[in-house]
Structure formats: structure tokens, C-alpha cells
């Protein structure tokens, strides 16, 4: 019995100091990555500012082939709209648009999640030459949390898993525009 009492006194403890730290951490979070990829920075920007070729480099979007897509408006353009709905939680349903362009040198993209978590996010892709032929990329995100979203980026370290997947994502792009 007393070990029960020392199981749940340690997971008390440890759940208070978690909602503590969460009451005082940052309601802004930003997560991002980047490389470099052997291709003129012309080449990758006109790749990455289309939303449809996520389908071949982002890692949410390759999750579920069966996800439901709805594109409005021209790709690559300001305001071009893109919505998606999975029935697999790690991709969920939210919707994408690009909201800002600077010719080869960065896309915006306003986020909004609404399954299984609700929640806006503000997202960039820039390019920036390295030299001729190469271009480094850096993908970003960031936005407010909510207390209870600063909770589960503690608990869960959010933070450092989406960082992976950006870098994987990026992996992917990469693999793609150096074939």
C-alpha cells in the first residue's frame, strides 16, 4: 500500500510541475529547419512555392494517400486555398493558404487545424542562395498556444518532434529537386 502511495505522490508531483511550468512558458512557439540543396535557388523556389508538391515532400501530407484534398484558386499564387481531412489523427483536417510571395525568397502560408486539435499557425518556406547552384531552405512555424497546447509541448517535448518532422520533410524536397 505504501508503494501505492509513493506511485501516485510522484505522479502528483510530477503533473503539478508540469501544469506550473505550463502556466509560465511562452504563449509564441517557433519551430523550425532548414538545408541545403545542390539546385539554384531559382529552381527551388519555383518548386516549393506550389502547395500541390507538398504531396511529394511534406510528411504530414504523405501520411495518408486516401486524404481528402480541395484546392481553390491558382497554385503558387497569393490566396490560393487548400483543404485537407484525414481520417488519421496525425494528419487530421485544417486548411492552408498562401498568403504572402517574395520571388525566390520566401512563401507565407496561414494554417488553420481544426481536427484533432484546433489551432492557427502562421508558416514559411525561404530560400536563400548559398551559391550558384545551391540554395539553402528553411521551413518555419510559428504561432500562440493555448494553455492547454503548452501543456502537451511539454509533456510530449512538440517542439522537438516537429522540428524532426520539418527536417524530414526537408530530406524529402531535397531527395526530390537533386534527382
Known sequence: ???????????????????????FASEDYVVHSDIVIA????DVFNYVKFLKNQAYYNKWVMIDPDVK??????????????????????VGQGEQTITGITQNKRVN?????????????????????VS????????????????????????????KMLTKDLSTSLGHLKAVLEK
Request: hydrophobic share 50%.
Open 69 to 90: 484534398k480541395e484546392f481553390k484558386g491558382t497554385d503558387g499564387t497569393i490566396g490560393f486555398f487548400y483543404a485537407w481531412d484525414s481520417k488519421n489523427n496525425q
Open 109 to 129: 502560408y496561414g494554417l488553420r487545424f481544426l481536427k484533432p486539435f484546433r489551432g492557427e499557425a502562421e508558416s514559411y518556406i525561404e530560400t536563400d542562395a
Open 132 to 159: 550558384a547552384a545551391s540554395t539553402k531552405v528553411t521551413w518555419t512555424f510559428k504561432g500562440k498556444r493555448t494553455y492547454i497546447m503548452k501543456v502537451m509541448h511539454i509533456a510530449m517535448n512538440l517542439p
Open 39 to 42: 539546385k539554384p535557388v531559382a
Open 1 to 23: 500500500m505504501i508503494i501505492l502511495y509513493l506511485l501516485l505522490g510522484i505522479i502528483s508531483g510530477v503533473l503539478i510541475v508540469l501544469f506550473i511550468a505550463a502556466a
